[in-house]
Nanobody, 123 residues
Framework: QQQLVESGGGSVQAGGSLRLSCAAS????????MAWFRQAPGKELEFVAA????????DYADSMKGRFSISRDNAKNTVFLQMNSLKPEDTAVYYC????????????????WGQGTQVAVSS
């Protein structure tokens, strides 16, 4: 069973960058595919990016391609989300999620979730 703890959120001006981290514990990290989702106020949960078990496979929501980059360090049981060229519409709570097995993009595929970290982008 995975416990996930996100960090790295904060407030930034449009055009700025943030790097989110998600530290995992309680399970064999390398067996889990990982993903980031986000939820803005009054909106549904939205897929951001996913990475496969060995880091070789990645997938991104169209609106994040070219701006966001997901990566993982299996030696440190951590997944990262580098966010560049941030926009006010990127403001949301960002959640880390884990699923045992292959890369996935739908929330229902993920068994374990972190508590979220707030990202606020001002114009």
């Amino acid at each position: 069973q995975q416990q996930l703890v996100e960090s790295g959120g904060g407030s930034v001006q449009a055009g700025g960058s943030l790097r989110l981290s998600c530290a995992a514990s309680g399970g064999t990290f390398r067996l889990y595919s990982m993903a980031w989702f986000r939820q803005a106020p009054g909106k549904e949960l939205e897929f951001v990016a996913a990475v496969g078990r060995n880091g070789g496979d990645t997938d991104y929501a169209d609106s994040m391609k070219g701006r966001f980059s997901i990566s993982r360090d299996n030696a440190k049981n951590t997944v990262f989300l580098q966010m560049n060229s941030l926009k006010p519409e990127d403001t949301a709570v960002y959640y880390c999620a884990a699923t045992l097995g292959r890369i996935a993009v739908l929330p229902r595929a993920f068994n374990y979730w972190g508590q979220g970290t707030q990202v606020a982008v001002s114009s």
